[in-house]
Structures are given as C-alpha cells and as structure tokens.
C-alpha cells in the first residue's frame, strides 16, 4: 500500500499582527524551523505562532492554495483564521502534521 502524501497550507502570526502564509510537507519541523529564527521574513517579524492550518494529499492543490491565501487581503486572511481558531490560539502547541 503507498504511502499517503500530506502537505499543509498555514498561518503564522506574531505578537503584533504580521502574517505569514506557507506550504510544506511537514509541518512539525517547519514550525521548528520559523521558531529557532531561521529565514528571512519570519526571523525579522518574529512570526512564530501558528493560527491557522489544512492538510491535502495534493502538492499542486497545496501550492494554488498558498497562492490564493497569499493574494487575498488581510481581512479575508483573519476572517480564514477565525473560522477554525476565533481565539487565535497557538495550534503548533498541539503538534499538528
């Protein structure tokens, strides 16, 4: 039986608001990897907290997914967020992925 491909399509915010929408295949170890501060954008925001998540079994549907997320305006991008999370409560502390 072949092994089932995830991929995770999420949200991270910081202590003052910034988002950060992403793909990855593994979601544990890129929460680990935004919070020891390695990369661009995430480091110099300290965008931290995952908010928000969905998995597919698809890559290219994750990545049109992150495509769409990324294009809309914050608004819809909190709307999103409080659909699932109304509390904006630290998911990554629940070992998602």
Do not use: C
């Not at 979601?27 to 110099?44: I, Y």
């Not at 997320?69 to 709307?79: D, F, G, M, Q, V």
Request: aromatic residues 10%; glycine residues 8%; charged residues 30%.
């Amino acid at each position: 039986m072949p092994i089932k491909k995830r991929y995770f399509v999420y949200i991270l915010t910081s202590d003052h608001g910034v988002l950060y929408t992403g793909v990855t295949n593994d979601l544990s170890r890129r929460l680990r990897e935004h919070q020891s501060g390695s990369g661009g954008f995430t480091a110099r925001y300290r965008v931290k907290r995952l908010v928000f998540w969905e998995e597919t079994g698809d890559v290219h549907t994750a990545i049109a997914r992150e495509k769409q997320i990324k294009a809309w305006r914050r608004s819809k991008k909190l709307e999103l967020i409080r659909s699932t999370n109304p509390s904006f409560r630290d998911l990554g502390q629940d070992e998602p992925g």
